[in-house]
């Protein structure tokens, strides 16, 4: 049963953003599982650090006009959520997807406000957006909306005030036209932009990091319960930057891949997804079209139509793909199919009911922890800009495996009961105390 308190601050929030289920969501998780320690520090809530934490600091939405190829005006909705900047500049992603409402980014601003404070690099939390989506348009017509896009938003960013990365459907192209857009606009070049090329500005490992980071993570805790990745089945979803990432580390560290999954459903391949296949994945996705069906065909892997991959009997399963993608039936069927473990590599990849079944019947790690190598490697790109050098990638990765360890390390001083970790008890505490410290000492702003 939910605490009759809770259950107050929840109900006078839904009352305040009516329709934001994603945001309430993101909400009720972290309150559920700070809540105590936030009673225990009456500083805290003398101060009201959880209501100002849950109100960002400041919503952009803005009007995003471009022409198409056929001479045919279009528009499309900009946001920029800046939830929290006691930590530092706001730090996040801009997604350009149809799906995007403002419900869907103030759940991720508020999860990258928790997620940066563990990274313990100095970032706020923000997320923004378009629901325009790069599916099926030209690269004319992706360069004239980010220029647009990138006209308004210049206003509101900078590399001390608010610096956003990729997300779906924003990559290396997508950034490359909003930098050179924010470059023209303010006749500088700063690092106002993570996820940029090597050649101006980026950093090495940056499209691998966040599926790296997570396998990190998944080790650190395998090896808390006596164990190891080597040997290990493992179940992926999505083929994105962070499947990929994933996969490749996986391998590397001797584990074997057997899913991924696209909207047209999920290829099982029993033999593993290494070698030449991954390289088939990087030129499947360069097609855009979203799909996973092709690799069967090419590898005689099993294609299973418009279905996800948690009901293949693994050892340990990573969601790599979007929001809610496994539900309480998925989370059964891998517990009773053997499953062990759940990293999430999406952000909020489970939905509420899956994760309250899997904390108490596997172990079970929250995105804002198992997916922050990639911010956390933005960070590091952001560290690069300022000094106007490149680390090598042994350099990066050396210093994104300590950040994941010190996050695992931050999830068990909060989160061990006996011989368990609670993951998003410790995830969420661990995120909370830097930023109410941080607000607390800053005063009522």
Request: negative net charge; charged residues 25%; hydrophobic residues 35%.
């Amino acid at each position: 049963m939910m605490n009759a308190d809770i259950n107050e601050f929840i109900t006078n929030l839904e009352k305040r953003t009516p329709g934001e289920n994603e945001f309430h969501q993101a909400v009720e998780e972290v309150i559920t599982s700070v809540w105590d320690f936030y009673k225990r520090n009456p500083r805290y809530e003398k101060a009201k650090i959880l209501e100002r934490m849950c109100e960002p600091e400041r919503v952009i939405m803005f009007r995003v006009p471009w022409v198409d190829d056929r001479g045919e005006v279009q528009i499309n909705r900009g946001y920029r959520v800046e939830f929290n900047s006691a930590l530092g500049p706001y730090k996040g992603g801009l997604r350009f997807h149809a799906s995007v409402t403002l419900s869907i980014l103030k759940f991720l601003g508020f999860e990258q406000t928790f997620k940066n404070s563990l990274t313990t690099l100095p970032m706020g939390g923000g997320k923004g957006g378009s629901d325009f989506s790069p599916k099926g348009k030209t690269d004319g017509e992706i360069m004239r909306f980010c220029q647009s896009f990138m006209s308004e938003l210049y206003r509101h960013i900078g590399p001390n005030t608010d610096v956003p990365a990729g997300d779906i459907g924003v990559g290396g192209r997508e950034i490359g036209y909003l930098f050179g857009q924010y470059k023209r606009l303010k006749n500088e070049f700063t690092g106002v932009l993570t996820g940029k090329g090597l050649a101006w500005g980026g950093s090495l490992i940056r499209p691998e990091a966040t599926g790296y980071g997570a396998v990190y993570f998944a080790e650190h805790m395998l090896q808390q319960i006596g164990k190891d990745i080597e040997g290990h089945t493992f179940s992926v979803s999505g083929f994105g930057n962070v499947a990929w990432g994933a996969i490749t580390k996986i391998n590397e560290l001797g584990g074997q891949v057997v899913t991924i999954s696209g909207p047209d459903g999920y290829i099982y391949d029993k033999e593993g997804i290494a070698g030449d296949k991954v390289e088939y994945l990087l030129e499947l996705r360069a097609t855009n079209n979203d799909i996973v069906a092709p690799y069967a065909d090419e590898f005689g892997a099993e294609f299973h139509p418009n279905k996800r991959p948690w009901e293949v009997p693994v050892d340990i399963a990573m969601p790599c793909a979007t929001e809610n993608e496994v539900n309480l039936v998925d989370a059964k069927t891998l517990v009773s199919n053997g499953c062990s473990l759940l990293a999430e590599a999406s952000n909020m990849g489970c939905t509420a009911e899956a994760v309250d079944y899997l904390s108490n019947k596997i172990d079970y790690a929250p995105g804002k922890a198992v997916n922050a190598g990639g911010v956390a490697v933005s960070g590091l790109e952001m560290s690069q800009n300022s000094m106007r050098i490149n680390w090598p990638s042994e350099e990066v990765d050396h210093r994104l495996k300590g950040i994941m360890k010190n996050i695992h390390d931050t999830c068990v001083t909060y989160g061990k009961n006996g011989a368990r970790v609670n993951y998003v008890k410790g995830a969420n505490v661990g995120g909370f105390v830097k930023v109410a410290e941080a607000m607390l000492a800053q005063g009522v702003v």
